[in-house]
């Protein structure tokens, strides 16, 4: 018994139950914000215009009025006709038609006019009983900062903060959408950040969605990303391919018998710590210079990522600009969590323009004794500009009657950085003119 006026000791505090909701359909999402949905939970789900955070949230909700479970989308930005086409096309059969229950618990609404309604939205037409929405347990508001709120209206964001509060009080699920920045920091202040309680952020690489969790009060933060990608009707589901947490790729620099490796592992920063770069023994210029080039392939947002390089080279030899290619590789296979196939040897210094340079005589010469001889049949594909994969493949290091380097090693022939990535992933870019424009 705990007597008036004096705080209870830590044994005497009543402690609160979590009471999960469960989303049987999306595994890989309850897996990512562990332990799940919780109720009374208040999730921010953040990115850029077209990559899928209005078809995630409709999956969510669909899942739960498929379990009979009475939800709410607010609109502040589509119209209901293209919300409801965007259901249908999501939980729809092949016919256009929806399950009966999604037609009796799945509630559109575009009524907010401004975000500093919803307290009163919540307490009338939610929270009073005999009111249509009344029994809702889950709700979406999309977007946040969809009329235009600017990041100082800090009355309208208190009202905001304020209906979060009240539906987490109620037990409701609360499911905010935000925009980014173009630095891709999350839209609004820093308040709205701490003022929920999990953080889900997805990204763009081609037909891939790096999907991260910086923020969770319920549960471990996720750093790596968790790629998506979208099936045939636009909803997201877990990638297949997602090995690469770190990735290890092999160079050459250019002298004696051994080769180097590019290593690279790519993470979104821990909540409230600003992006890191961990690059020791290498020149930081070119570093950055690498990193620069990579943020200029379109499809692919590397802002605000923390990252660790490191480059192995034999014998303490200095970097040179040909390790570029397997440094760019190594990022790319760590942020999209895409293998790289073993016994695959990278060669090329990358221009601004992302073209892969081809090397001068004297590293050719010397790159062809390795592969004929050292490296045979231990490297059995080569990644090259295409100026020099013709002159290389003819090389004979043991004179002519020796085998070519054509006989030993595929030498790939490759004009940019964009080609090479075609070449290695093709996957990345089927199916990529449709899913990311026409789905949101």
């Given at each position: 018994?705990?007597?008036?006026?004096?705080?209870?000791?830590?044994?005497?505090?009543?402690?609160?139950?979590?009471?999960?909701?469960?989303?049987?359909?999306?595994?890989?999402?309850?897996?990512?914000?562990?332990?799940?949905?919780?109720?009374?939970?208040?999730?921010l789900l953040?990115?850029?215009?077209?990559?899928?955070?209005?078809?995630?949230?409709?999956?969510?909700?669909?899942?739960?009025?498929?379990?009979?479970?009475?939800?709410?989308?607010?609109?502040?930005?589509?119209?209901?006709?293209?919300?409801?086409?965007?259901?249908?096309?999501?939980?729809?059969?092949?016919?256009?038609?929806?399950?009966?229950?999604?037609?009796?618990?799945?509630?559109?609404?575009?009524?907010?006019?401004?975000?500093?309604?919803l307290?009163r939205?919540?307490?009338?037409?939610?929270?009073?009983?005999?009111e249509?929405?009344?029994?809702?347990?889950?709700?979406?508001?999309?977007?946040?900062?969809?009329?235009?709120?600017?990041?100082?209206?800090?009355?309208?964001?208190?009202?905001?903060?304020?209906?979060?509060?009240?539906?987490?009080?109620?037990?409701?699920?609360?499911?905010?959408?935000?925009?980014?920045?173009?630095?891709?920091?999350?839209?609004?202040?820093?308040?709205?950040?701490?003022?929920?309680?999990?953080?889900?952020?997805?990204?763009?690489?081609?037909?891939?969605r790096?999907?991260?969790?910086?923020?969770?009060?319920?549960?471990?933060?996720?750093?790596?990303?968790?790629?998506?990608?979208?099936?045939?009707?636009?909803?997201?589901?877990?990638?297949?391919?997602?090995?690469?947490?770190?990735?290890?790729?092999?160079?050459?620099?250019?002298?004696?018998?051994?080769?180097?490796?590019?290593?690279?592992?790519?993470?979104?920063?821990?909540?409230?710590?600003?992006?890191?770069?961990?690059?020791?023994?290498?020149?930081?210029?070119?570093v950055?210079?690498?990193?620069?080039?990579?943020?200029?392939?379109?499809?692919?947002?590397?802002?605000?990522?923390?990252?660790?390089?490191?480059?192995?080279?034999?014998?303490?030899?200095?970097?040179?600009?040909?390790?570029?290619?397997?440094?760019?590789?190594?990022?790319?296979?760590?942020?999209?969590?895409?293998?790289v196939?073993?016994?695959?040897?990278?060669?090329?210094?990358?221009?601004?323009?992302?073209?892969?340079?081809?090397?001068?005589?004297?590293?050719?010469?010397?790159?062809?004794?390795?592969?004929?001889?050292?490296?045979?049949?231990?490297?059995?594909?080569?990644?090259?500009?295409?100026?020099?994969?013709?002159?290389?493949?003819?090389?004979?290091?043991?004179?002519?009657?020796?085998?070519?380097?054509?006989?030993?090693?595929?030498?790939?022939?490759?004009?940019?950085?964009?080609?090479?990535?075609?070449?290695?992933?093709?996957?990345?870019?089927?199916?990529?003119?449709?899913?990311?424009?026409?789905?949101?």
């Open positions: 018994m705990i007597r008036e006026g004096l705080m209870p000791k830590i044994d005497q505090i009543a402690q609160k139950g979590t009471e999960l909701i469960e989303v049987p359909s999306l595994r890989w999402l309850s897996e990512a914000i562990k332990p799940g949905f919780i109720r009374g939970g208040i999730y953040a990115g850029e215009p077209g990559i899928g955070k209005t078809t995630l949230a409709i999956q969510v909700l669909g899942d739960l009025a498929l379990q009979g479970i009475k939800v709410l989308y607010i609109t502040t930005e589509q119209g209901l006709s293209d919300l409801k086409k965007a259901v249908t096309r999501i939980h729809g059969d092949n016919d256009g038609c929806l399950p009966d229950k999604i037609n009796e618990n799945f509630y559109l609404d575009d009524s907010i006019e401004d975000i500093d309604a307290p939205f919540l307490a009338r037409r939610i929270l009073t009983e005999g249509e929405y009344h029994g809702v347990q889950a709700m979406v508001v999309d977007s946040v900062q969809g009329r235009g709120l600017s990041p100082t209206a800090s009355q309208k964001y208190r009202a905001l903060f304020e209906f979060a509060e009240n539906a987490k009080a109620q037990g409701l699920v609360l499911l905010l959408i935000g925009h980014v920045t173009k630095k891709g920091q999350i839209a609004g202040p820093k308040d709205l950040e701490h003022n929920v309680d999990c953080i889900m952020y997805i990204r763009r690489a081609f037909r891939l790096p999907f991260f969790v910086p923020k969770n009060r319920f549960g471990p933060a996720m750093l790596d990303p968790l790629v998506l990608i979208m099936d045939e009707k636009g909803r997201l589901k877990e990638s297949p391919h997602k090995s690469a947490k770190s990735s290890v790729v092999l160079g050459y620099a250019g002298i004696g018998d051994d080769l180097a490796e590019g290593q690279a592992s790519v993470t979104l920063p821990k909540y409230g710590s600003r992006p890191e770069l961990n690059a020791p023994f290498l020149p930081s210029k070119k950055k210079q690498l990193l620069s080039i990579l943020s200029t392939i379109k499809e692919v947002d590397l802002t605000d990522l923390s990252y660790e390089i490191n480059c192995l080279i034999p014998r303490r030899q200095r970097y040179r600009e040909e390790l570029d290619l397997p440094l760019a590789v190594a990022l790319l296979s760590s942020y999209l969590q895409k293998p196939p073993s016994q695959t040897l990278f060669v090329g210094e990358l221009g601004l323009t992302r073209r892969v340079r081809s090397p001068e005589d004297t590293y050719l010469a010397a790159l062809a004794t390795l592969l004929v001889g050292p490296q045979r049949d231990k490297i059995k594909r080569l990644f090259i500009s295409e100026e020099c994969a013709n002159t290389l493949g003819k090389m004979r290091p043991n004179g002519s009657t020796g085998m070519s380097v054509s006989e030993v090693v595929d030498i790939v022939g490759i004009s940019d950085l964009e080609q090479l990535l075609k070449k290695l992933w093709p996957d990345l870019f089927e199916g990529n003119s449709n899913a990311s424009t026409i789905y949101t």
